[in-house]
């Protein structure tokens, strides 16, 4: 008699040490700020919102410094501790205000954007150096809209784009948007996408690539 013997594997459940962190960017009147630079303090690690001033970043659990930046307003700083429960942050920028110094023209004097250029001539190879290889998470998003769609065009009835076009004739007809990793190296890159959305005809355009 032959005895079977069954053997089960045993499933070892993994803790997730990190978490989601997510919110909204806007200025003092409340309306959301388009590509907003996020940055991690003391990392490489960073994120920008998307068109409607919304961003989404994973870290993992511990205290963290996150900058804001965004041109034409006074970058903010915020101290957060990430658990591993979703977090959420929003975020209001106030415009900076800029005075600039007295300006003196002369005729004989050096036009200052000549020491900005020899400054980056000097740290050419450095700076060459530091961009020949990186990576990156890239966020990319699309849209074709239409302000004012004539009715005929050559005596063809244009329509409504299957319902893209609301009474104005105004509408969008295409909207993509993608989540990928970017890799870069020595001239040479390559991407990984790993998140894609895309509505409507891009009619022979693709956005979704970094």
Do not use: W
Request: glycine residues 6%; negative net charge; hydrophobic residues 35%.
């Amino acid at each position: 008699m032959y005895r079977l013997t069954l053997v089960l594997p045993l499933v070892i459940m993994a803790h997730v040490l990190f978490a989601q962190i997510s919110g909204t960017v806007k200025d003092e009147s409340g309306f959301p700020l388009p590509y907003v630079n996020i940055h991690v303090s003391d990392s490489d690690n960073g994120i920008s919102t998307n068109n409607d001033g919304e961003y989404l970043l994973n870290l993992d659990a511990g205290n963290y410094e996150l900058i804001f930046k965004y041109v034409g307003y006074k970058s903010k700083t915020a101290s957060i501790l990430i658990t591993q429960e979703p977090m959420s942050l929003d975020i209001t920028l106030r415009i900076a205000d800029y005075r600039l110094d007295q300006v003196v023209i002369s005729a004989n004097a050096e036009d200052p954007a000549y020491a900005i250029i020899r400054k980056a001539q000097k740290n050419r190879k450095a700076n060459e150096a530091a961009l020949s290889n990186y990576q990156c998470d890239a966020y990319v998003r699309g849209f074709n809209k239409i302000l004012d769609a004539p009715e005929k065009i050559m005596g063809q009835k244009v329509g409504d784009f299957e319902g893209s076009l609301d009474s104005t004739r105004q509408g969008v007809v295409y909207l993509s948007e993608s989540l990928s990793h970017l890799y870069y190296k020595n001239g040479k890159s390559k991407e990984v996408l790993y998140s894609s959305k895309v509505s409507g005809d891009d009619q022979g355009y693709s956005f979704n690539s970094a």
